[in-house]
């Protein structure tokens, strides 16, 4: 037995991805994870002579249910609200090419929750509350880096006492 008998058999051929239709390649990227109108377009792009035939598939898909920008925004909530404050997380859906409309929603679900966010996200970066003025300046640069508001980090750092 050679050794590329053995390669293999230790590894299977991969399997061509040429052959796919775009509505094939569309379905395998939304079971990954959900994608906005924006993203799945751009995506699709790649593998089409012809882009007319993009839209109308994401039209179709849509109509079904398949793409949603709901659940895209809840997506984007979900995974950055416990890091993240409200403007980082508005400022990425819009990158994503989310409406207006989607979120508005999501800012006001974000605002109920970004005082809670931000004390957690500074509690697991600073375990004590600043010392001087430099670094209080320090630890607010650092929250406002993460985009949450400057009302919500001078509550959490004037409220470090408070604990």
Do not use: C
């Amino acid at each position: 037995m050679s050794v590329a008998d053995l390669r293999s058999k230790k590894q299977p051929p991969r399997r061509s991805d040429s052959g796919r239709s775009l509505r094939a390649r569309a379905l395998a990227a939304l079971a990954r994870r959900e994608y906005s109108r924006r993203e799945l377009e751009a995506k699709l792009t790649a593998f089409t002579e012809d882009p007319a035939e993009i839209p109308a598939l994401l039209d179709d898909f849509e109509r079904r249910g398949w793409l949603s920008e709901q659940r895209v925004a809840e997506q984007v909530m979900a995974t950055r609200r416990k890091r993240f404050g409200s403007q980082k997380i508005v400022h990425e859906m819009r990158q994503k090419g989310l409406s207006e409309e989607a979120i508005a929603g999501a800012r006001e679900a974000l605002k109920d929750s970004e005082l809670e966010s931000a004390r957690e996200v500074w509690r697991r970066k600073f375990p004590e509350p600043p010392a001087n003025a430099n670094e209080k300046a320090r630890q607010m640069r650092f929250l406002q880096g993460r985009g949450f508001s400057l009302d919500t980090i001078r509550k959490v750092i004037s409220g470090a006492d408070d604990d």
